[in-house]
């Protein structure tokens, strides 16, 4: 059979194309994640435009309305070991880098208003909204809007590693993610989409007594609650993962349970399944504002018009804090960026995602058989800063070379910035506001909210539907902060 290419790399059609436009996804951001145009060798350079000039033909729409996906270095495919020599000062706290994604999202909204009122609004299409809004409609609460001011991958929920594990440092935490695995490794039969669920497990490396420490000292407690953490010594991890040189390794951790994902899709199905169950969700929608009286909000105002609400939800990840203050309520979280590449695909030889948990590096191995992998910088400032750093290059060659020696020559295809959502205790900011009871929180969950979205949204729509207590609430309330009451978790990775 005949067959029109548009992206010869990802051998990509223009049948794939006219059908992701036909599912909705008319924005090139979001056709390049649904059809996979533009992410192998070329990163776009030959596609992007063709895709364009087919969008326009399908769509009717003008080329400024047409904003192309955000350029993201490096120019060329260019080996790690490349990387490794470059000369920064990595000790050093990283500048602004290049090419940040433009976060204006221009002409794509749709021109008639939001509906004018409705039961929940939901700020925020990352998967904590969706997961809410679907576990919402579940329960039969329909009456729900997400408002989303970007594309549904726009932000963390769209740049992260994919990986979801139950090595926690607190029981909670490892109760609400071992039952987030439970639902993740279920999602494509319940929801019908492929998620590329791979249980390869993660491997905890620690180069230093105190890092071992905890290794041990979290391994008992997984234990205890149920996760078989198995303390290793490094011959033993060797075994688990034979490519990996144990230089400077004192210890690990491995739990053969635990797992990596394709993200995106998790967006998709659950946007997909809550629209079917009747709730609207609206890309390309930014709240401006809230309307209040007697102490709860009245109104939510986006520039598709105000909707009318009785319960307003706060999912807008690192982008809570400002949405907050438009509502005049201070949230204690803070943005950091944290940097992540991928690069060309191998043969598989990574069954887990691993970490060395004193540099915080971690990699893994998509099921495209790209090694996907990033670190977090211990001087990186707060602030909304999606760009992307060559000294994030370096530092991460450096480690990844390290344990991998034999990928110097693996070559780097692309990298990108996504936001943690960083909280003083690293721990959630979850329920009712202090003086504003109807406006929820639901945010803070610095590097690890993928993982633990389904199992909290499910209780939280349990929690909201039900008006039954649930101790999450109040454990993770707003005012733990300015009660002096923190709930730390130290597992965290980056
Ligand atoms: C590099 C990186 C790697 C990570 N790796 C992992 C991992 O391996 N495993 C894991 O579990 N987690 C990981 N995380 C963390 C995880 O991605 C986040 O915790 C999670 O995605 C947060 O989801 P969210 O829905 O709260 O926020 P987001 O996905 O950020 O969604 C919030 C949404 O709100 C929208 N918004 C903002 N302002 C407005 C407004 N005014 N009006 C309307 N909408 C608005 C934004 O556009 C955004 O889409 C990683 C994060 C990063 C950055």
Not at 62 to 79: N, W
Not at 333 to 355: A, D, M, Q, W, Y
Request: charged share 20%; hydrophobic share 40%; glycine share 10%.
């Amino acid at each position: 059979m005949s067959k029109s290419l548009l992206c010869p790399c990802e051998d990509v059609t223009t049948a794939e194309v006219a059908h992701a436009i036909g599912r909705g996804y008319r924005d090139l951001e979001s056709l390049k994640r649904f059809t996979g145009f533009g992410t192998g060798m070329c990163q776009g350079k030959q596609c992007l435009h063709a895709v364009a000039r087919f969008v326009e033909s399908q769509t009717g729409c003008t080329p400024d309305q047409l904003q192309p996906f955000t350029p993201r270095p490096p120019l060329f495919p260019t080996e790690l070991s490349q990387w490794a020599a470059l000369g920064f000062d990595v000790a050093r706290a990283p500048a602004a880098g290049v090419l940040a994604p433009d976060e204006t999202f221009p002409a794509l909204r749709a021109p008639q208003p939001v509906q004018s009122k409705a039961r929940v609004v939901i700020i925020g299409g990352g998967i904590m909204g969706l997961s809410l809004a679907w576990n919402l409609a579940q329960r039969g609460e329909r009456d729900v809007v997400v408002l989303e001011r970007g594309y549904l991958c726009a932000g963390a929920s769209g740049r992260n590693g994919g990986g979801i594990r139950a090595q926690w440092g607190t029981p909670t935490l490892i109760t609400l993610a071992r039952r987030s695995l439970e639902l993740m490794s279920r999602f494509a039969r319940d929801m019908g989409i492929n998620v590329w669920f791979r249980r390869g497990g993660y491997l905890f490396l620690a180069k230093s007594a105190e890092v071992a420490k905890k290794l041990e000292r979290s391994a008992a407690l997984h234990n205890r609650h149920g996760v078989p953490t198995q303390l290793l010594t490094p011959d033993g991890a060797r075994d688990v993962v034979p490519h990996l040189t144990m230089q400077g390794v004192q210890a690990a951790a491995w739990n053969p349970d635990d797992a990596v994902i394709f993200p995106w899709a998790f967006l998709w199905g659950y946007a997909r399944q809550a629209a079917a169950l009747g709730v609207a969700v609206e890309p390309f929608t930014r709240v401006q504002g809230f309307e209040q009286r007697d102490g709860r909000v009245t109104k939510v105002v986006t520039d598709r018009g105000d909707i009318a609400c009785e319960t307003v939800v706060l999912a807008a990840g690192a982008w809570s804090p400002e949405v907050a203050k438009l509502a005049g309520v201070r949230l204690p979280n803070e943005p950091h960026r944290h940097e992540i590449c991928s690069t060309e695909p191998l043969k598989p030889f990574l069954g887990p995602l691993v970490s060395v948990l004193d540099s915080g590096v971690y990699f893994s191995q998509s099921m495209r058989g790209e090694l996907v992998g990033g670190m977090g910088h211990p001087q990186e400032p707060a602030g909304m800063n999606l760009s992307s750093t060559a000294s994030f290059l370096q530092r991460y060659a450096q480690a990844v070379t390290e344990q991998l020696p034999g990928l110097g020559t693996l070559k780097v295809l692309r990298q990108w910035a996504g936001p943690y959502d960083v909280t003083p205790d690293n721990s959630p900011i979850l329920g009712p506001t202090p003086g504003l009871p109807n406006l929820l929180q639901l945010s803070g969950f610095v590097g690890h909210g993928f993982m633990m979205a389904p199992a909290v949204t499910e209780r939280m729509a349990q929690w909201m539907v039900s008006g039954e207590s649930d101790e999450l609430f109040e454990r993770f309330a707003l005012q733990r902060f300015a009660e002096g009451r923190l709930e730390r978790e130290d597992m965290v990775i980056g």
